[in-house]
């Protein structure tokens, strides 16, 4: 029995650095082996927050020397499912970055490439494992809110991503790369799944955004099959922070999720009462990425499934697809 | 010129004797003269706060017998037309409380009636006078937000109204009782008209709502003419409280209204922190239904224009009604 | 049986002018049927705000002109004592703002006057009939915090008074005139009698307050009989706002009384989350300056005693004076 | 020049614990290297959370066999100055828990070894590097608040702790263990010396901690050289949480730290809105213990001065000495 799994980071980029240096210096039973990336200046960067990592231009060469255990997935998501293909087919453990991929086929091939290589896969779903996030899930569950009704979830940006970035090939656009979010909370705070969504979007702020027919803002209302409802809103243009929130009303009660806030400080003066705002995901995530990470160790040294399936990633997956196809198209659709 | 409004009040409910104790105490350059009602002890119970006002079953008889000023209208939903009418006809000032009428034909015939008798007609939307309503719209012109591209509003009522009031045919349903109210705030505090609507709705938890054509709980999706977006919720089993919250996020900043909070207190124990919350519109709205009566003597008075129109009564009920239709199909109107 | 109170109000100044105001339009079975003042200005405020209500120059011919069933006090703390007598002697109820007078001696003078007249002497302790304080009290007297060991206070006005008014001679100074309030609600809150007190205090920003003996910033350690200790503080230079605030930590939890923001708004942008605050003590009061009256005339009405005695007013304004004295001479001071 | 500090850490309790496990994985620049304990228990929970570490039953023997770079103090206060003096004879930089010592006299002692030696000591404030305390720190010097006159601060903790603990030769009981942060938080807030203070305590609730001479709660009046007021309050039955605030009071405006809630979550229900409370130190302080000792492993590295000083420890422990006197004594002490 492995007592430590040596671990390999696929992109470096924002999220990918995190996870590299929780690796190296705060997750347990772990050891990061290696990076990849074809940028030096993430090759410098990880090298000198990681501890002298090795860096490697391509997962194949990486996979060939280094022999990891298993691998955290977090190139851009058009990447996803070829890498996981990859890994798959040299036995690694995943925990792939959300989402999946950008259709529903390309997610099914990288599942039976995971299912036929007996390999285990996490989806990287970070708010999952907040602190907030999993308290509400424990009140819920323990009834405080009686029969859950409604949902209501937001999710903003302090500023729209680049255009290369909000391509639709690339991310998936606003819809499945920061929507995906609330939609998978809702079904898992609701335990119950969505069947018919409409949204309304439009590029109101940010015309490069538009020009590479993403939006910047959009609503989304939904139906859960057991008749509760649900409201789904995503921003990138919340400028005074990183504004992420979750609620669940139920017919006894309801729990709320969110707190703007950075350090437990506020200023008063005589134009009024104020506090800082969180700005990253970082800021107000904190302790979720380690808690992620070591829930994969956990899942892969004691074989025991990820809290996290592949399944929990296509329903979510094909959700937020259908909610932008209802967004481009007018219509509500059905799931 | 006048220096005080006698004012009469058709029906005197819930919110009907707010209006009447308040113009018997608390409102300036206005006198309460008379008060209709058929129920014995409504009429009981607005001589005993009152001070011993004149009570009459019927309207006309009431006009026959005081010859008001003006009239404050809250009566049933259904009978509003028919009130107005009666009161234009008599040359009285009206405050008629929300919606005005049940259908967009009615209301115009009400309108037409006004017009023609050259009385003024001020439309009764309370929260539009809360401080916290205020504030926010005070914020929002002087540039605080930048560009408003989101509004999100909740209104929830602790309990389900009895049958006979969600009754459609009475007083509209859940969406033109209640989310009516934050429609017109969105179109207000977004200072744009909204021209499309899709709803989702459902009587989940009272069967009772649901056998007379409503409906318990509801999420709208809208769409305003400058490009900007909404997300309202109505539900009738906020059984944790009377919770009213609005938000308006632009491309520079935000506003949010709303505090559940009844008394600044909070006690902290073992099993947490706690606070209550207020559970009935008074406690919420406060002086905002002096505030609302007072703007209305005033604008008689001075003979200024109501601060809230016939128009804006007819804009919102329209939107309401779209909504309304388009839970009842499952498509979205275009209005 | 009286059914309605005649009532005078004896100083129209700030608190004054404003019980005046509720007489006038707010408290039931009350009727405003005079007030003092030697101010034309006062005069004029007082008609324009209460319906061309008399107004006297002094008590005597007010008393002997509109024979009032009751007074309510509110000149200048240096002129209370007499009033009282003037009213005793009359045969009129009292309400008498806070403190009774200036030195125990000359209330004793006042209590005896009462006592031998047998007409009703109320204290205005406002605060005592906040929703929030009286929240706290009913919260502790069900047992939520256990036994009370500590009690936290806090009085910010935002700005220091005119030195004509901070002198010792006739307000009593920063102790009497504000830091008095906390005392009186430690008191009623802990259910227990201060024996001591230490007070550190001096004139650290205006030193107009200090050329006339006062301190504009003052802390004070007390003890209770039954062992649990207290820490008050008064500011007169919380620019931020007017906040008041009070706390009982017992051993198995606590109450917190104070919020001191105005309207249910927040607002948000780059440099953060931001809110209002109050900076009036109608504004933070609200509804305790009618309900105080309130209790005023039904307790004279109904015959019963008053909430806050004489009694009450003597040993608040003992700790008072004491705190004054630590602040003076740098030592505890028994009670 | 070192690259990595070699750091071993002397008595394992709950907080020595913490600074080993935090050397161990998260400070960077830094290996633990060793751990001193007589208790097998503690010495299995090092190894089992330090990976391995060695164990020594003494300090003389941990310096002989691994000889290590720097040590951090968090044996009991009573051993602090004895272990400062060995680890100074040694060569070895310090980081030593706060209070120094349990008097003035052995403080001087340890830093006059210290000083002769050449070695740096930096004390152990740990809140001092709370992001809380350090953003006022910064909003003070930013001129937020305008000229500091008064400081307020709380420390509560859950329960008392065991008398063997609470014995004032073991820790110096409640002043010098628990109000000592406050105290040092009031200077170096302020950026002003304590010239008097004034004491109130008593072992209200638990007799066994009055047995050994301690108080469970205490309120301190305090005097600053420049005029400034203090009023510091410690309790150790705060059974709602662990409850740390702070707060200064300028001229110009205000600054409050401190936070208890430990989740971003708030649940609703018919009884109130509620939210958890944290309970223990890690989690309220969280990354101030990794950011303090990676300040001083910093300091060692870049041989620059530690941002709390021995002169810091000293002028702090004077002022609780004094606290502690005046609450034994009933008289003010000046300092």
Not at 164 to 189: C, E, P
Request: proline share 4%.
């Amino acid at each position: 029995m492995m007592d430590e799994l040596r671990i390999a980071v696929v992109g470096v980029g924002r999220i990918g650095l995190t996870h590299a240096e929780n690796l190296a210096h705060r997750v347990r039973q772990a050891r990061l082996i290696a990076v990849t990336t074809s940028s030096a200046e993430r090759a410098e960067a990880a090298r000198r927050r990681c501890g002298a990592v090795p860096v490697y231009e391509t997962l194949d060469r990486l996979i060939e020397s280094e022999s990891p255990d298993a691998v955290i997935i977090s190139s851009s998501t058009s990447a996803h499912v070829r890498n996981v293909e990859q890994c798959a087919a040299a036995g690694l453990h995943i925990l792939c970055e959300k989402p999946l991929g950008l259709t529903l086929e390309e997610c099914a091939r990288a599942v039976n490439a995971v299912e036929s290589a007996g390999v285990k896969l996490m989806m990287g779903h970070t708010r999952r494992f907040d602190a907030g996030y999993e308290e509400a899930k424990r009140l819920i569950v323990a009834g405080a809110v009686g029969r859950p009704v409604l949902y209501r979830s937001l999710s903003g940006d302090v500023d729209p991503p680049p255009p290369s970035f909000a391509d639709l090939g690339v991310s998936g656009g606003l819809i499945l790369d920061s929507m995906y979010h609330d939609i998978y909370l809702g079904r898992w705070l609701m335990n119950d799944e969505i069947i018919r969504v409409y949204g309304e979007g439009g590029a109101l702020i940010d015309a490069d955004v538009g020009a590479v027919g993403d939006v910047d803002n959009a609503v989304v209302s939904a139906r859960f099959a057991g008749g509760a409802m649900a409201t789904l809103t995503a921003s990138r243009t919340t400028r005074y922070g990183h504004d992420l929130r979750g609620e669940v009303i139920g017919d006894e009660g309801a729990v709320q999720v969110g707190r703007l806030r950075k350090t437990p400080v506020r200023w008063l003066d005589t134009s009024g009462v104020h506090h800082d705002a969180v700005f990253t995901t970082p800021e107000r995530m904190g302790d979720a990425f380690v808690t992620m990470v070591q829930s994969f160790v956990d899942c892969v040294l004691d074989d025991t499934d990820p809290p996290v399936s592949s399944q929990d990633g296509l329903a979510t997956l094909a959700v937020a697809i259908a909610a932008r196809h209802s967004i481009q198209t007018g219509a509500p659709v059905e799931i």
